[in-house]
């Protein structure tokens, strides 16, 4: 059973940068086959869940158009772990993020299987 607990979130202020990171167990390195697709989601009060970044095991990699520019998405496979660089931070970017893991590729769609818990990213004006 895979497990995902995310870390890196707080508060930070317009322009600042944060780097979330997602400590996965259960698999023996992140490109196995029920983590072959790895992804950020967030999500804000009253908004609809966003995928933020995904990086599939094959190096593809998209980002919403939102983020473009100003987050990054890498993974450690021999520490098990996927960060999110975020850069340039708006209020706008303000949300609980979410790690994700699935076995199909990240082309398709945005169901995942696995989830974490969530780390809380505030930005001041």
């Known amino acids: 059973q895979v497990q995902l607990v995310e870390s890196g979130g707080g508060s930070v202020q317009a322009g600042g940068s944060l780097r979330l990171s997602c400590a996965a167990s259960?698999?023996?390195?992140?490109?196995?086959?029920?983590?072959?697709?790895m992804a950020w989601f967030r999500q804000a009060p009253g908004k609809e869940r966003e995928r933020v970044a995904a990086?599939?095991?094959?190096?593809?990699?998209s980002y919403a158009d939102s983020v473009k520019g100003r987050f990054i998405i890498s993974k450690d496979n021999a520490k098990n772990t996927l960060y999110l660089r975020m850069d340039s931070l708006e209020p706008e970017d303000t949300a609980m993020y979410y790690c994700?893991?699935?076995?199909?590729?990240?082309?398709?769609?945005?169901?995942?299987?696995?989830w974490g818990q969530g780390t809380q990213v505030t930005v001041s004006s």
């Open positions: 259960g698999v023996t390195y992140l490109d196995t086959y029920d983590t072959r697709c």
């Open positions: 990086i599939d095991s094959d190096g593809w990699i």
């Open positions: 994700a893991a699935r076995s199909m590729r990240c082309r398709f769609g945005n169901t995942f299987a696995y």
